[in-house]
């Protein structure tokens, strides 16, 4: 996949905005403490801002986890989470759509990588699963999206630009 660029300011704000929605929307469909997000934060990170060993051809987004050392400095005992936007993939086929925008897009990446982040925090989904196990959570978490976003936004377009793109839903 070429590269279509990375994401200006203007669509940073915009990732916030849809981070902000799909961290509300998350929080009802799970019926998480009303702290959930305040007491787990979870970082938002482009191409950019990561390692070249995370960026990949073929995903929107992924999730990452890592420990972050403690006030000691050693290594802190709670895992934290961050998603990684593969921004380059996102605008690419935002271009190829003619008809999706960021914000659309972005809520729907972002809810579907917090539904992961639940998911591993809270359902004992294991992070180094089988690629078999892997796929089944993909299937669960698309179809959690999918139920959260239809009473929000069109989600039909969505929906059939994954299926279009069946690897880009893999993330
Ligand atoms: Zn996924």
Do not use: C
């Not at 380059?88 to 809520?107: C, E, F, K, P, Q």
Request: net charge negative; proline share 3%; no cysteine.
């Amino acid at each position: 996949m070429s590269s279509a660029g990375s994401f200006t300011s203007a669509d940073r704000t915009t990732i916030s905005k849809a981070a902000s929605l799909a961290e509300g929307l998350t929080w009802s469909f799970f019926d998480l403490p009303a702290d959930e997000w305040k007491r787990n934060p979870y970082g938002i990170y482009t191409r950019r801002e990561v390692d070249k060993t995370l960026h990949e051809p073929d995903v929107f987004a992924r999730v990452v986890r890592y420990r972050p050392p403690n006030r000691s400095g050693s290594t802190g005992d709670r895992d934290r989470y961050g998603i990684v936007l593969q921004d380059s993939n996102i605008l690419l086929a935002l271009l190829r759509s003619g008809a999706l925008d960021l914000w659309t897009l972005g809520l729907f990446v972002l809810t579907h990588e917090l539904i992961h982040i639940v998911r591993f925090r809270k359902h004992n989904i294991d992070f180094f699963a089988s690629a078999e196990e892997r796929d089944n959570e993909e299937k669960v978490v698309q179809a959690m999206t999918k139920e959260i976003l239809a009473g929000v936004t069109n989600t039909d377009r969505l929906l059939s630009l994954y299926e279009s793109q069946a690897e880009l839903t893999r993330g």
